[in-house]
C-alpha cells in the first residue's frame, strides 16, 4: 500500500511540474479606448502597462494573465480633458492609481482565438468581463490583441450623460518574448 501510495504521489508531482506554462515578459503594449462625446468619437489609451503571463496556447490549464495600466498616463489628445478625468469624478487617479486584469481560466475557440474569462477593477470596483483575444506565437515572441465593451456606469466612472456614452471599447495589443 505504501509503494502504491509513493507511486501515485510521484505522477502527482510529475503532472504539477509539467503544468507550468510559458512565461512571457512584455516588450511593447497599447492599451487604447473609444467612447461617443457629444456626438463624436473620442481616442484615448493608457500606459505603464505591467504584466504576468504564463501561457501555452496547446494547455487549455495552468494559464493565467494579470496586468495593470496606470491611470495617471490616460491620454486623449486634449491636456485640458485628460486632467479632467483624472479627478474625483470620473477616474480619482490619485485614489485608485492602477486599472487592474486578472484571469485564470479560458476557452480555446474552433478558430483558434481564445476567450479569457477576467476580473476588471477599475476605482475599487471588480467586474467580470469576458475578452475575445488571439495569441500568435512565432519561435521565441508572441502577440496577444483583443478587444471587448465596459459599460463606464458600472465602475462609477462619470455620471449619467446625454452627451458621453456609457459604453467604451478597449482594444489591448501586448508584443512578448518569452522569458
Known amino acids: 500500500m505504501k509503494k502504491l501510495n509513493l507511486i501515485i504521489a510521484f505522477l502527482f508531482i510529475c503532472i504539477i511540474s509539467n503544468a507550468q506554462n510559458t512565461e512571457w515578459t512584455v516588450t511593447s503594449s497599447a492599451v487604447k479606448f473609444k467612447i ?25 490549464f495552468s494559464n493565467s494573465i494579470e496586468a495593470s495600466v496606470d491611470v495617471k498616463t490616460i491620454n486623449t489628445d486634449s491636456e485640458g480633458r485628460d486632467k479632467h478625468i483624472k479627478k474625483e469624478e470620473y477616474f480619482s487617479a490619485d485614489k485608485f492609481p492602477k486599472i487592474n486584469l486578472s484571469a485564470t481560466t479560458f476557452a480555446k475557440q474552433a478558430d483558434g482565438s481564445f476567450k479569457g474569462f477576467f476580473k476588471l477593477t477599475i476605482k475599487g470596483v471588480t467586474k467580470d468581463v469576458v475578452i475575445p483575444f488571439t495569441f500568435t506565437e512565432k519561435e521565441n515572441n508572441a502577440v496577444i490583441t483583443g478587444s471587448f465593451k465596459i459599460n463606464r456606469r458600472d465602475y462609477g466612472v462619470g455620471d449619467k450623460s446625454l452627451i458621453l456614452s456609457d459604453n467604451v471599447t478597449i482594444n489591448i495589443e501586448i508584443k512578448t518574448v518569452k522569458k
Open 36 to 60: 461617443k462625446n457629444a456626438g463624436f468619437m473620442v481616442d484615448g489609451e493608457l500606459g505603464g502597462l505591467e504584466a504576468k503571463i504564463n501561457f501555452d496556447a496547446a494547455k487549455s
